[in-house]
């Protein structure tokens, strides 16, 4: 991230690829104040004071959340995600919800971390942090295979390691663009529930791609082995920072009571962040107020727009590169239904060096794939966003992408 923050700058005409990021055009600084007021509005009229209201938005607040509640009206509304408040934390952005699960979940040197590869950074960096192992997990088109993860749980058990948990995004996956398929998600909840490991269920995408989705895997959850993760980055905006988890998993603590896996983690932030910010969270319960709990309604607009976003990228890329010729070159990608991302296969090293020779010769950036593969592959790959350009960037980027290619596809052969 560092090396492509310092291309970004190093060249600012270059049209970009690479952020995953919302697109600005949805956000309205008007709409903050309205959704402040309407959590003030909703705490005086579930009887709060003056005070306690003032002290709400102003004090330090509850360790797992001020609005947490108002979080599971939405899960029930928009997810058939039927848990009670009590078994959510609400998080500094999903990045804390990784980092408070992980520490929860493995404490000693020979627990284990399964991850499905291509992978988001954010977990596998998380995990060095905690110096937890990371075993990756090979990712089909349909997003995940069971024989190919219970391989892998039963290998780490021979040699002694505990697998404790798989990590995966079942929608419109950062970085491939891939989504699980009805069956895959049966399967899954099947060998978690066999093998005793957890699922961390990671789905920033959903409610901003078009179309039907897919049942989460929490909803259909009935052996508690899904641990949800969620951000509300994409669907209310990334400024807020607000992300939660819902762990409605039954711990033995310390003291020998049980009690729920939320309890364990809300221990933790207390000693990491102490609390997120009650104002970040009053105007990410306004905004999901205002919708009556259903996000999907709230971005319906956005979702709309970046369905749209990928048709046109993958429009311009079949015109700039047609069947034909990228088939003599060597050239493929998928086509994601949904989400931020799809993914390329060149003929080429596609590493830090091509990319710096894209921005600089062609005026285009993209992110390598290699960056998402912990356990090593991804050397012809690229990562394209669609989120964040116009259509007449997404047409001149495309084309410079074309052009580059074109490029050093010759400068491979020759």
Same mark, same amino acid.
């Given at each position: ?5 310092? *291309? ?20 309205? @600084? ?5 959704? #402040? ?52 934390? +609400? ?7 990784? #980092? ?6 493995? !404490? ?6 399964? +991850?499905? !590869? ?30 190919? =993860? ?5 290998? #780490? ?39 005793? %490991?957890? @699922? ?67 221990? @933790? ?9 009650? +104002?970040?969270?009053? +105007?990410?319960?306004?905004?999901? =107020?205002?919708?009556?709990?259903? %996000? ?20 311009? =890329? ?36 091509? =990319? ?25 790959? %690229? ?7 116009? !259509? ?12 580059? *290619? ?9």
């Amino acid at each position: 991230m560092n090396f492509l923050n310092e *291309i970004t700058h190093r060249y600012p005409e270059a049209i970009s690829f690479a952020p995953g990021r919302p697109y600005d055009g949805f956000f309205d @600084i008007e709409q903050v104040f309205a959704q #402040l007021r309407t959590y003030l509005d909703h705490l005086a009229a579930q009887g709060g004071s003056p005070q306690q209201v003032r002290t709400a938005l102003y004090q330090y607040g509850p360790t797992a959340g001020l609005i947490r509640d108002v979080i599971a009206d939405s899960l029930r509304a928009d997810e058939d995600i039927d848990v009670p408040a009590e078994s959510l934390v +609400v998080t500094v952005g999903a990045q804390e919800a990784m #980092l408070l699960v992980l520490r929860a979940l493995c !404490s000693g040197p020979d627990d284990v971390l399964l +991850v499905s !590869s291509p992978c988001y950074v954010g977990i596998t960096g998380a995990a060095r942090l905690l110096d937890i192992a990371v075993h990756p997990v090979e990712e089909r088109e349909d997003g995940f295979s069971a024989a190919a =993860l219970e391989a892998a749980i039963l290998g #780490l058990k021979e040699r002694g390691r505990r697998p404790r948990a798989f990590y995966v995004v079942p929608e419109h996956s950062n970085p491939s663009g891939n989504t699980m398929g009805p069956a895959a998600r049966t399967a899954l909840l099947e060998l978690a529930e066999r093998h005793g %490991i957890l @699922i961390l269920e990671d789905s920033p995408y959903r409610m901003v791609s078009p179309g039907a989705r897919l049942p989460t895997l929490k909803s259909l959850d009935r052996a508690r082995t899904v641990v949800h993760l969620s951000s509300f980055a994409k669907t209310v905006f990334p400024g807020a920072r607000v992300g939660f988890v819902v762990a409605d998993q039954q711990v033995v603590g310390d003291d020998g009571r049980v009690g729920l896996l939320a309890d364990e983690l809300a221990k @933790i932030k207390s000693m990491v962040t102490v609390n997120t910010s009650s +104002v970040s969270q009053a +105007v990410v319960a306004g905004a999901l =107020l205002s919708a009556h709990g259903r %996000i999907s309604d709230l971005n319906e607009q956005a979702a709309a727009h970046y369905g749209d976003a990928m048709q046109t990228v993958l429009a311009n =890329l079949d015109e700039q590169l047609p069947a034909d010729r990228r088939r003599d070159l060597g050239v493929r990608w998928n086509e994601p239904t949904g989400g931020f991302f799809l993914t390329m296969q060149v003929p080429f090293p596609a590493d830090n060096a091509a =990319l710096a020779r894209s921005a600089q010769d062609f005026g285009v950036l993209w992110t390598p794939m290699r960056h998402f593969h912990p356990g090593g592959g991804g050397q012809y790959g %690229i990562r394209l966003s669609t989120s964040y350009l116009t !259509s007449a960037e997404i047409k001149e980027g495309t084309a410079r992408l074309a052009r580059f *290619i074109e490029d050093s596809s010759d400068r491979r052969r020759t």
